[in-house]
């Protein structure tokens, strides 16, 4: 739902400064983590508790509509690869003291389709091996491999696609449960040519190697659950050819949003135009969220919002639609905000 209000908020302003009267530009949020550990988790490991999937199923190997039944693939590394990966982009987000990788695979069974939770007895005991105080652990990892070779004009083609879903959990000492559950989708696709089946084979991935790549590019992305992170989003701020609309556009392009606000604070108090007047609340709502004052905020976006519907009936009208989507980010930011604070300790 997010990534939908950016992403729409995006499109609306670039219709808007077709028009030359909205100018937009990126900024970065901190956003918190899905999951929110107690303050005293300082330090975490990451745990392998999925078993490595056997060598046939799921992979199929094609030369020229013919399936090869001598093909094999080798998923052991690639768990190593997923945790890996995971912890090191944790580490990368300033939050735990330290993220550590338990060396040992703790599972011994071969369901490799199965998912299958630590028990608490396993949660306590690696967390006094390791000095952890909670666990990540990868509880499933499963790939499907599709390699196919192909003649494509005067040249032998290639492609492999590896679609790979991973189960992960966070665990706490003296717990019955896991703390959550995150599941994971993603896949990686390759194409060459070459003019033989050898010199096609080398530039191809080996099989094992395609799926070291895609169980590390499929857990590195999912840190966000863990620690808070930044994230790039788009706003915007109304322009006029007006002086003063100018000094302020100007304060605002130099990211002197101090300046800016009182600028758009005196245009709001002098506008009789209600159109001008929305406006200058849509900026000043912008300029306090760019000063970290969310609720204020909010609060000019709301009285932005009222006044533009006082000058239509139309719902789907653009600066109307604008508006609706900045007041529902807001009210997100805020609602993050909160959550940032309990994640640092701060409340």
């Known amino acids: 739902m997010k990534n939908t209000i950016f992403i729409a908020l995006i499109l609306l302003?670039?219709?808007?400064?077709?028009?030359?009267?909205?100018k937009y530009f990126g900024i970065e949020t901190f956003t918190p983590a899905e999951i929110t550990f107690p303050?005293?988790?300082?330090?975490?490991?990451?745990?392998?508790?999925a078993v490595p999937q056997p060598k046939k199923p799921g992979y199929k190997?094609?030369?020229?509509?013919v399936e090869q039944d001598t093909t094999h693939m080798v998923a052991d590394s690639a768990l190593y690869d997923a945790c890996k990966a995971l912890g090191e982009a944790i580490a990368d987000q300033p939050f735990f003291k330290d993220v550590r990788l338990y060396n040992d695979a703790v599972r011994q069974d071969e369901f490799f389709f199965q998912d299958t939770k630590l028990t608490p007895d396993q949660v306590e005991t690696i967390c006094d091996e390791s000095g952890a105080e909670a666990i990540i652990s990868l509880d499933r990892l499963l790939f499907n491999m599709e390699k196919d070779v192909f003649p494509f004009g005067e040249v032998m083609a290639g492609t492999i696609k590896v679609q790979a879903t991973a189960v992960l959990r966070a665990y706490m000492p003296g717990r019955n449960n896991s703390m959550a559950t995150i599941y994971l989708t993603d896949s990686l696709f390759w194409s060459e040519g070459a003019s033989n089946l050898r010199t096609l084979d080398s530039y191809l991935p080996k099989p094992e190697v395609a799926l070291r790549e895609t169980a590390a590019y499929l857990?590195?992305?999912?840190y966000r659950n863990f620690v808070p992170h930044w994230e790039q989003a788009?706003?915007?701020?109304?322009?006029?050819?007006?002086?003063?609309?100018k000094q302020a556009s100007a304060f605002a392009a130099k990211e002197k949003w101090e300046e800016a606000l009182t600028i758009w604070q005196s245009i709001y108090e002098a506008q009789t135009n209600k159109k001008s007047k929305a406006e200058a609340a849509a900026n000043i709502a912008v300029g306090y969220e760019m000063v970290g004052k969310f609720n204020e905020a909010l609060d000019w976006a709301?009285?932005?919002?009222?006044?533009?519907?006082?000058?239509?009936?139309d719902e789907k009208d653009s600066n109307v639609a604008l508006l609706t989507l900045y007041e529902q980010v807001i009210t997100s930011r805020i609602q993050a905000n909160n959550k940032l604070n309990m994640q640092f300790g701060k409340e």
């Open 234 to 245: 788009q706003r915007w701020y109304y322009t006029n050819s007006g002086t003063r609309w």
């Open 302 to 313: 709301k009285k932005s919002l009222a006044l533009f519907k006082e000058q239509t009936s």
């Open 39 to 49: 303050e005293t988790v300082e330090t975490v490991v990451i745990v392998n508790n």
């Open 13 to 22: 302003a670039g219709i808007l400064t077709s028009c030359g009267s909205v």
């Open 219 to 222: 857990t590195s992305g999912a």
């Open 61 to 65: 190997y094609t030369i020229m509509g």
